[in-house]
């Protein structure tokens, strides 16, 4: 099904020659504003170069590499398993799709099988990391629109019950640590699956509060509609992906295309957005988080007993010398490990690709001739995470 | 002696104390004079800063409790030291001033905040003839001190010399000044209807004064309420445009644009510290009371409430309660409401606001006035059910031309 | 009661000889502004409270703000820097002013027969009287005025609008 | 009605409100020094070393001061030396054996890859100090931490680490 010719044409934008009009009389100057890394609604350390005309945005550069910390160079000196905790300060909201993508990639490259109850372990560990990634993602959104973080403490006081759920299993709230090459560190403690149960129960009732507190809001309907708009031509060529891209129309989730694990065991629908504005990414995140409780209680319903982890040597791991790539459908987007071995227990090349990063290159072209303060919530909407842009 | 006159109507104690005093002050006529003067002004001064330290805790509390939290338990019972220990923190806090800004103006905004903030408090009425200021212009004179506080909003803004707090210093101006119109509009009902500008008779006409002074206590506690302005239709709209144009005026949500501190980090306010963002913080929390205090003036029947006549006393007048204890529960109730639509909506955009003020508010109080005239000419019977079905059809015609932009409600397809 | 009259009137001179005098724009509008308060003070004492509050509203509230709006947002003109106009020609000012004062503003004052008791105090000064004579008698004074201000506010508007070309608007 | 979606919003956080007073699952601050015990049987902060018999800790770690751990952890915050006995001959045990836990992450890396069960991941977290470095310099006193402390932190992994020192014991024992 050709994803691009089916839906409405969505608005194409003038062209991004947006000139200060200094006619005779009442030419006002650009105005330079450097929302800087010190700023109360960037999401972390990161500096957008606005330059304004009065409200309106004429230019905008984004600046980051303020949380650069050499993740790559430093995995090339460090063994296989070693850098699997940094792998969870990538995206430090969802360390668990990080760990999965990781040892996916590896076991790619090295062929090693993964017990059937390691892979449900792994659904289910990531479509939590979904639940609670868009929840406070969404909360974050509101809270850049204005209202006094109401809607960003629901969705914490949510997201508490998934993170002690995560410490439970693996040790630790955020930087979970948790997948090794060929499944899980260790078992799922006993108790576990019937706690993950009645929370995933009890989701539904968080998430019609939410909607009811935010989707007709007057005031948010008009702040987001028509704000941002992303032409699905222009998503497509600048390689968006993930919740980002469906918004714009384009029907491309990588659970759907890839399959990879045991996603086509579980049936789930993929919401599509009609326009792009900051409306529909917003409302995407919600109609996953539908999608991902039903998920989780397919897979809670059908989790096997037995092994959770393969035969692996923890010490002196040698992969084969070869190149994987091995990709995953990060609740940001299509997150993916490049690694090339050279048959020593340190890999040659080790390579991220990271979904806010490349979600971020549109910001100019989303915030052009929008007012500043529609230019902070295009920035919400695009949900980054300055640990993986600057890896 | 004293005593049974002082018992003899309640609801006057403190009326009679102050007449007992100048009787004893008979002798030379500038002391009774300062005498009042002193009354009436050291309680303002007294009690409105009580109460801002009460609301910061109250907002604090509400706020939290909305939001699932605690909120502050530490300072105190109940935290209820917590304001005084912002106070004292705000007192050590240092008082940066930045080198390029212009002193003496970024001196004088905080000043210049308050002085509007606690004169214009003299012209609302607490309780029966217990009113700072009697002015035959008591409307007119609150407006015109009102829109002073527009200036030194703008003055802390542009002498800071700091980019954001220039984007909320114009952002103030524009808000605040759009504002007013819909604040005047939504006055001109009431003060057509009362016929005078002066707050006590506007208060007194919202009373049926011969129910009250009938024996039968039920019709004298209805004679207290019925007749409140906010049950009429035009009246309602009228509190509803006054209290969202309140809303602008103070800078509270959805309208706190000029100190938006997602966008431009403090706003107004980013240069300052310690005691003057204090006062900052005070004038704004002084001028909420005393906008809440002409809301519950004009709409809420001012002083009056369910009230009923001591057994004892024969002076068809006297009520058990005092007024002001009236008018200080529904000042609250209106800062209760306005933190919980602070723990509720999002800001609005700097056009919407516009069109916001320009294109609904203004339209919908101009047609109020008509409302109110019609009603005033109409049988109630007719009046009413009318006054509401015209309001709600131009309400819901202004909403809707104003949100063509926006298109349908839109419905998710799944691939 | 004439102390308050003195000392309105003192703080009135003194607002405005600062708002021509200081070199800040921005300091001599606030001293205009503090004169017009003083003039507000001074129509309170002539029991007028409706011109003391429509002074306010009016002088303080509306007109000084525009100015100093006008004033912080064009630049450089903020009066901060070094050209200013001081030429030594003040002495001659000063004597141009002092024989207006004595050729025309004395005799006028000290010949004039000004009536002896002021008025029969008999009109009140109640908003009232004044919302009825601006009724009856100036009804059409009201009405040109009204026309007056919608005219001067459309060519506001209209000067304001065509600063902003069509294709700049923004897009939503 | 216009103002639909604003009155639903007021709904949802008056309801909040005064939910927080009355239902448990809404308020679920915990007040951390007074009451609520936030540690769960798998957390893990920081490492300590396991000795077997209370009298003699320091001789009966189990640490043989291999190094594999030293090796392998991705921050390098470990520091060991091995000790030698009177005549100057290496012995199988660590003299030295820092954790420097400023660094530390608590990632759990080495106590996968050490084959003799010897380092084990603590849940005591109130590891401040008053000096950054003297403080959070942990030597192998501080370290060292018997048996039983494990069987009370992470009981079921304790259980399973001893059936394997059994087991190997016994394998190891008749050979």
Redesign the interface.
């Given at each position: 099904m050709n994803p691009a010719s089916t839906l409405p044409e969505s608005p194409v934008?003038?062209p991004r020659d947006?000139?200060v009009?200094s006619?005779d009389?009442?030419a006002t100057?650009v105005l330079e504003v450097a929302m800087g890394p010190q700023h109360p609604s960037t999401h972390g350390v990161f500096r957008m170069d606005v330059s304004l005309d009065g409200e309106?945005v004429v230019k905008l550069k984004p600046v980051f590499g303020y949380l650069h910390r050499n993740h790559e160079k430093i995995a090339e000196n460090v063994t296989y398993l070693s850098s699997m905790p940094y792998t969870d300060r990538l995206d430090y909201f969802c360390s668990m799709t990080n760990n999965w993508a990781y040892a996916m990639t590896v076991e790619k490259l090295t062929g090693i099988a993964v017990p059937e109850r390691a892979e449900y372990i792994r659904v289910i560990m990531a479509e939590l990391t979904r639940l609670q990634n868009h929840a406070s993602l969404v909360g974050f959104f509101v809270n850049d629109l204005g209202a006094s973080g109401t809607p960003l403490l629901y969705a914490m006081r949510e997201r508490e019950h998934i993170l002690d759920l995560f410490e439970w299993a693996s040790g630790a709230r955020m930087m979970c640590n948790y997948f090794r090459f060929g499944g899980c560190r260790n078992d799922l403690p006993p108790g576990w699956l019937q706690q993950c149960r009645k929370v995933v129960d009890a989701f539904p009732a968080f998430m019609d509060e939410f909607e009811k507190l935010l989707t007709e809001n007057e005031i948010i309907i008009s702040r987001t509609q028509?704000?941002g708009?992303l032409p699905r031509p222009l998503a497509i060529n600048a390689g968006i992906t993930g919740p980002m891209l469906r918004a714009s129309g384009v029907d491309y989730d990588i659970r759907k295309v890839d399959n990879y694990g045991i996603y086509n065991r579980f049936n789930f629908r993929v919401p599509l957005g009609e326009v792009g504005d900051c409306y529909d990414r917003f409302m995407l995140r919600l109609l996953e988080m539908h999608e991902s409780v039903s998920i989780l209680k397919q897979a809670l319903d059908s989790i096997p007993e037995g092994p959770v982890i393969g035969d692996v040597k923890a010490r002196n791991f040698r992969p084969k010398v070869g190149e994987a790539y091995g990709r995953i459908e990060a609740p940001k987007g299509e997150l993916g490990f490049f690694l090339v071995s050279d048959g020593s227990p340190k890999p040659y090349r080790y390579r991220v690709r990271p979904p806010s990063l490349i979600n971020l290159t549109v910001l100019e072209d989303m915030c052009l001739?929008?007012?500043i303060a529609d230019a902070v919530i295009i920035l919400g909407s695009v949900d980054i995470v300055l640990g993986e842009v600057d890896r | 002696m004293i005593l049974n006159t002082l018992l003899d109507n309640p609801d006057q104690i403190l009326v009679n104390l102050f007449h007992q005093g100048a009787a004893l002050l008979q002798a030379c006529p500038a002391l009774v004079i300062a005498l009042g003067i002193l009354l009436s002004t050291v309680p303002l001064v007294a009690i409105f800063p009580a109460c801002f330290a009460i609301t910061t805790w109250l907002e604090r509390k509400g706020l939290a409790r909305i939001q699932n939290r605690i909120g502050p338990n530490r300072a105190g019972w109940f935290g209820l030291l917590q304001p005084m220990a912002d106070g004292i923190k705000m007192l050590l806090k240092e008082d940066i001033v930045p080198q390029t800004s212009?002193r003496?103006?970024h001196f004088?905004a905080p000043v210049l905040l308050l002085i509007p903030a606690f004169t214009v408090l003299s012209v609302l009425p607490f309780s029966r003839n217990m009113i700072p200021a009697a002015?035959?212009?008591g409307v007119?004179?609150f407006?015109?001190?009102g829109?002073?506080s527009?200036?030194p909003v703008?003055?802390a803004g542009?002498s800071s010399h700091n980019k954001y707090s220039l984007l909320g210093g114009?952002r103030a101006?524009a808000q605040m000044?759009s504002y007013e119109i819909p604040l005047v509009l939504s006055t001109v009902t009431v003060v057509m209807l009362t016929g005078?500008?002066n707050t006590v008779k506007i208060v007194e006409f919202q009373q049926v004064t011969h129910w009250i002074e009938g024996s039968n206590p039920a019709l004298q506690i209805l004679g207290q309420v019925l007749k409140w302005n906010v049950f009429t239709p035009w009246g309602f709209t009228g509190f509803l445009i006054f209290f969202i144009s309140s809303l602008a005026e103070i800078n509270r949500c959805p309208f706190d644009l000029p100190e938006a501190d997602s966008e431009i980090v403090a706003g107004h306010l980013t240069e300052y510290s310690g005691f003057k963002y204090a006062l900052f913080f005070m004038g704004e929390y002084v001028s909420a009371f005393a906008i809440s205090g002409l809301a519950v003036t004009l709409f809420l029947g001012g002083w009056s409430g369910p009230n009923i006549r001591p057994w004892w006393s024969e002076d068809p007048r006297a009520l058990l309660i005092p007024g002001f204890v009236w008018f200080f529960l529904k000042m609250f109730a209106l800062i209760l409401i306005m933190i919980w639509i602070r723990g509720t909506l999002p800001r609005l955009r700097v056009d919407h606001l516009m069109a916001f003020a320009w294109k609904f508010l203004m339209p919908l109080a101009l047609i109020n006035i008509f409302i109110a005239g019609a009603y005033y000419y109409l049988p109630h019977w007719i009046g009413w059910p009318a006054g509401l079905i015209v309001i709600y059809a131009c309400y819901e015609g202004l909403g809707r031309i104003n949100r063509r932009?926006l298109g349908p409600k839109r419905i998710y397809r799944y691939a | 009661m004439n102390i308050a009259f003195y000392l309105l009137s003192a703080l009135a001179v003194t607002g405005a000889l600062l708002a021509i005098r200081l070199r800040?724009l921005?300091?001599a509008t606030?001293c205009l502004?503090f004169f017009f308060i003083s003039l507000a003070g001074m129509y309170v004492l002539l029991m007028a409270?409706?011109i003391a509050?429509?002074q306010?509203?009016v002088y303080?509230?509306?007109v000084?703000?525009l100015i100093?709006?006008a004033i912080?947002?064009t630049?450089h003109i903020t009066g901060a820097t070094r050209e200013r106009i001081s030429s030594r020609g003040w002495l001659w000012g000063l004597g141009a002013a002092l024989a207006v004062l004595f050729t025309v503003l004395l005799p006028v004052l000290l010949l004039s027969v000004l009536p002896a008791a002021p008025a029969t105090p008999d009109f009140s000064p109640?908003?009232?009287n004044i919302g009825l004579s601006l009724m009856d008698p100036y009804t059409i004074t009201l009405q040109v005025m009204g026309l007056l201000l919608t005219a001067a506010l459309i060519g506001a508007v209209a000067v304001?609008s065509t600063?902003?070309?069509p294709?700049?608007k923004?897009?939503? | 009605m216009l103002g639909k979606g604003i009155i639903n919003g007021l709904t949802v956080t008056a309801w909040n409100f005064f939910g927080s007073y009355f239902s448990k699952s809404r308020l679920t601050t915990v007040q951390y020094p007074e009451g609520g015990n936030t540690v769960t049987a798998f957390s893990r902060n920081i490492p300590f070393l396991v000795f077997d018999d209370a009298n003699a800790p320091i001789d009966s770690l189990r640490c043989v001061a291999c190094k594999i751990c030293e090796k392998e952890c991705p921050p390098q915050c470990i520091y060991i030396v091995q000790d030698k006995d009177a005549n100057g001959k290496l012995i199988k045990s660590p003299k030295i054996f820092d954790i420097d836990i400023s660094v530390c992450m608590g990632c759990q890396i080495c106590v996968e890859v050490c084959p003799f069960e010897s380092i084990k991941m603590d849940s005591h977290f109130e590891l401040a100090g008053r000096d950054r470095f003297a403080d959070l310099l942990l030597h192998r006193e501080q370290l060292a931490k018997s048996n039983d402390y494990y069987h009370k932190i992470h009981p079921a992994e304790a259980r399973e680490v001893d059936d394997r020192l059994a087991a190997k014991q016994k394998k190891a024992g008749p050979a």
């Open positions: 934008l003038p947006y000139q009009y006619g009389d009442l100057n309106t028509k704000v708009i001739g929008h007012k | 212009d003496l103006a004088l002015a035959d212009t007119i004179l407006f015109a001190l829109s002073i527009t200036l703008f003055m542009w114009m101006i000044v005078s500008l932009h | 800040n921005v300091h606030l502004m409270e409706f509050a429509v306010i509203l303080v509230g509306a000084g703000i100093l709006f912080m947002l630049h109640s908003v009232r304001a600063s902003v070309r294709q700049d923004p897009r939503t | -």
